[in-house]
């Protein structure tokens, strides 16, 4: 397989997804097989290096600077930044170290595909920024944390790793966010990139749902995405369902995110397409997803890495409830324990089948059907019991 998509790759065939993931798990057990203890040290701390300088560019707008098809010297760079030249030298080197940046000459600089993908505000780049400053701070504290509260699970709303990183352990992630409308608007962007690494969409066929509405038009709520945030998993959804009417889908997610939502549905692209506009056309419902369900009788509740509310009077009987979330096996797959891990910080957990067995049955549902993509990622099918 290495050697095919090594012939591809010098055609200049472009991988599907599929086949990229598949080539870059292939590629990263070789290392691991090459690795000795030292060189993962050395890569990891190369990496947090590399995270900072990008975050450090996207924040001093560098990678704008840098002019797309042509070159900059360090010096006209470090002018219009307003920076040291010493110091934009310096970290400019360490991403042409890591093939992020291309250096030509001993002065000057320019881009190569991937610092390109960090001069639009496009969700890799809102990905990079919260994983650098959601992320990272809460990481960084674990072991204050674990020395202030023993080393006990951190489940709870409150206590959480994050908020104890922001010096307000007694208030939930929720609260906290709801501070920082700038930090939640990139968190939305973010998770619309992620649904690339995670394509839940593509693993249920919602043609079916498509085919009802032609034959009972009412007015019948087809899908309802419940915490759906900016509504790129709706889009998603319609995309891939030819005749599927918007207008009996709903978007529910709290009301300061449906705000947020209603500005970057167009899901932070220079040039929304036509898609991107005309999931606007879905109902945008504001709630709280712990309290009562708003939508009746809905064909499918959709939730999408939320926790699993109870949908109880509001399901019709032949109501379905999807879940999609990260399933993992045991051990799970390397994104899924990394998932795992980040999730901690804000009180959550990945769980493996038998998890979402027993949280299905305290909802009132049975878990009837199950697809797996790659990297534990799973569709449920629930039914009320
Ligand atoms: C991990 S994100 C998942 C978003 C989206 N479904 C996806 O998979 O990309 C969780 C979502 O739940 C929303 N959320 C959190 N608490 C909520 C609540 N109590 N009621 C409604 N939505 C909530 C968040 O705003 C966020 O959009």
């Known amino acids: 397989m290495l050697t095919d998509a090594a012939k591809g790759l010098r055609r200049g065939t472009s991988a599907s997804p599929e086949q990229h993931a598949g ?13 000795g203890p030292r060189d993962d040290i050395m890569d990891t701390m190369t990496g947090f290096c590399q995270i900072a300088v990008i975050r450090l560019f996207i924040k001093w707008k560098v990678f704008e600077k840098i002019p797309v098809a042509g070159i900059i010297s360090y010096k006209e ?61 809460p990481i960084l504290a674990m072991p204050r944390y674990f020395d202030a509260y023993g080393l006990k699970e951190p489940t709870g709303k409150l206590h959480s790793v994050k908020a104890f990183a922001e010096g307000e352990p007694e208030i939930s992630v929720t ?20 649904e690339k690494m995670y394509p839940h969409s593509g693993l249920y066929d919602f043609s079916w749902v498509a085919a009802r509405a032609a034959e009972s038009p009412g007015d019948r709520p087809l899908i309802v995405d419940v915490g759906g945030g900016n509504g790129h998993t709706l889009r998603a959804i319609y995309n891939d369902t030819p005749g599927l009417p918007i207008s009996r889908c709903v978007l529910e997610d709290l009301p300061e995110v449906i ?7 167009d899901n932070g692209r220079q040039r929304p397409t036509t898609a991107d506009k005309e999931v606007l056309g879905a109902r945008l419902v504001g709630m709280d997803f712990f309290k009562e369900q708003p939508v009746k009788g809905a064909l499918i509740y959709h939730t999408l890495r939320c926790d699993l509310e109870a949908f109880g009077d509001a399901m019709a009987p032949d109501s379905k409830v999807l879940v999609g979330e990260i399933v993992m096996s045991n051990p799970p797959a390397q994104s899924a324990a990394m998932m795992d891990m980040l999730l901690g910080t804000i009180g959550g957990k990945e769980r493996t089948i038998e998890g979402f067995h027993d949280i299905a049955g305290r909802a009132g549902l049975q878990i009837t059907a199950v697809s797996r993509g790659p990297r534990d990622v799973v569709i449920m099918e629930c039914e009320k019991v």
């Not at 042409?96 to 496009?122: D, F, I, W």
């Not at 920082?180 to 619309?192: E, G, I, N, P, Y």
């Open 23 to 35: 080539l870059v798990e292939i590629l990263k057990r070789v290392v691991e097989l090459v690795h």
């Open 175 to 194: 609260d906290l966010m709801n501070r920082h409308s700038k930090r939640v608007a990139t968190m939305l962007l973010a998770l619309s990139a992620m």
């Open 77 to 137: 760079l470090a002018a219009v930044v307003g920076a040291d030249v010493s110091l934009i030298t310096r970290l400019c080197w360490l991403l042409v170290a890591t093939g992020v940046l291309r250096q030509e000459g001993p002065h000057r600089v320019a881009h190569t595909k991937k610092s390109e993908a960090y001069t639009t505000v496009a969700p890799l780049r809102a990905q990079l920024q919260m994983g650098f400053d959601e992320y990272m701070p």
């Open 259 to 265: 705000e947020v939502a209603k500005t970057t549905a």
